[in-house]
């Protein structure tokens, strides 16, 4: 038996909308983008979507839109996939890494304050960096593996010290925390629509927000520039060719369309994982955490991470797809090289790191399947372990 990783769930009105448009003949951005657009704003309840290329490009327009630039610094998680933070230095401004919060592995805000005090000083309205000197723009924060972060404590430390909040809910789709969905929060959000992702387009991502000034700015930007009414070939703004085909949004709103189905059958995927994994002698289930529901993005167990790459080649050797997520963005090698960052520098992102492994998990996965994951995870253990 081979087991995935990942598989999509197309069964919806996919297909369906996607030959419609084949018929037609009509592939760039319409009508499918606008459906898509305010079915995804319904539900995460903002006034304004925007669809674009991918979840990178919407943090990107997001910063933009808002006024990031050289000379400003935005705090930031080094535990993530590394586009959260490739996005800052497009910007042109300098991502600021925090260690994470041991149980929810999103950005601790204790940990923010703590950094702040030491490092930064007021000047005027701004924070400034007292060494470099630069401005303290904002805090880009980042849902990890369908949890969600502490963002009543983001928000009042945004308050208190003059900051933006950016969150980056790529992993979170369905999740919630104290009632609350992800994506409600900060200035502006962005999920993404990788195929391993809740909902896929295959490629693609959505920018919300509830600032109308910000949203026709970076719905110029998407599209060269050009605003929207003004004669053709008038481009205001220095822009991008961001724009989604209308395939890519005919296939999202397929998924929103079964959205509440997809998270469900999710949770119960996880359920199992946990009914039939919680007696296995060295290894760490997710912690359910208080507040919060988790619409997993995927699912994880933790491992020593003396045993931690022996365990994954022996999952993949026997049918069993699995890696370890994240790499600690700060030991990337282009980061090690531009900024001097060594190993201890974040020792909690880096001790998830080291224990971390991603299993198969997707909304339709069957329980024979899970139960083999389980046969080889405790073969593994009572076998090759130590």
């Known amino acids: 038996m081979n087991i995935p990783l990942s598989s999509l769930y ?16 009509n592939l760039s951005m319409g009508e499918f983008t ?29 910063l933009k839109g808002s006024g990031v630039k050289d000379g400003d610094e935005i705090i930031t998680t080094p535990f993530s996939f590394i586009a959260s933070s490739n996005v800052i230095l497009h910007s042109n401004a300098t991502p600021i890494f925090v260690d994470i919060d041991e149980k929810t592995f999103c950005i601790s805000p204790f940990l923010i304050e703590e950094k702040i005090k030491k490092d930064y000083k007021r000047k005027g309205k701004n924070i400034v960096n007292k060494k470099s000197g630069k401005i303290l723009k904002g805090i880009l924060s980042v849902d990890i593996l369908g ?5 009543e404590k983001l928000e009042d430390l945004c308050k208190d010290y003059n900051l933006t909040l950016f969150e980056d809910s790529s992993e979170s789709l369905g999740s919630e925390i ?21 909902i896929t387009t295959g490629e693609g991502g959505i ?61 119960n995927v996880a359920k199992r994982y946990y009914k039939i994994l919680k007696n296995i002698d060295g ?35 026997n049918g069993v797809s699995s890696k370890r997520y994240f790499y600690p963005i700060h030991l990337q090698p282009f980061y ?10 974040f020792p909690i992102s880096e001790k998830i790191s080291d224990q971390l492994v991603a299993i198969p998990f997707y909304t339709d996965m069957k329980y024979g399947e899970q139960l083999y994951v389980y046969e080889k995870i405790e073969e593994f253990f009572e076998r090759e372990a130590f």
């Open 147 to 151: 949890n969600i972060c502490d963002y």
């Open 283 to 317: 290894i760490k289930l997710p912690l359910i955490l208080e507040g919060q529901k988790n619409s997993w993005f995927l699912f994880y167990i933790l491992v020593d991470k003396k045993i931690r790459d022996n365990f994954i080649d022996f999952l993949n050797r």
């Open 336 to 345: 090690k090289s531009q900024f001097g960052y060594k190993k201890g520098d």
């Open 207 to 267: 920018i919300l927000t509830d600032d109308e000034k910000l949203y026709f700015y970076m719905k110029a930007l998407r599209n060269q520039g050009r605003v929207e009414g003004d004669p053709n070939y008038i481009h205001r703004y220095l822009g991008y060719n961001f724009r989604v085909s209308d395939i890519n949004s005919a296939i999202g709103l397929g998924q929103m369309e079964i959205l509440d189905k997809i998270l469900k059958k999710r949770n």
């Open 178 to 198: 104290n009632g609350k969905k992800s994506g409600v929060f900060g200035k502006g959000s962005v999920f993404a629509f990788y195929p391993n992702k809740q």
């Open 34 to 62: 606008e459906k898509f657009e305010n079915i995804f704003k319904d539900y995460i309840g903002r006034k304004f979507a925007l669809v674009v290329s991918s979840g990178t490009v919407g943090l990107f327009l997001l």
């Open 10 to 25: 197309l069964k919806g009105n996919e297909r369906k909308y996607v030959n419609r448009l084949l018929k037609k003949g």
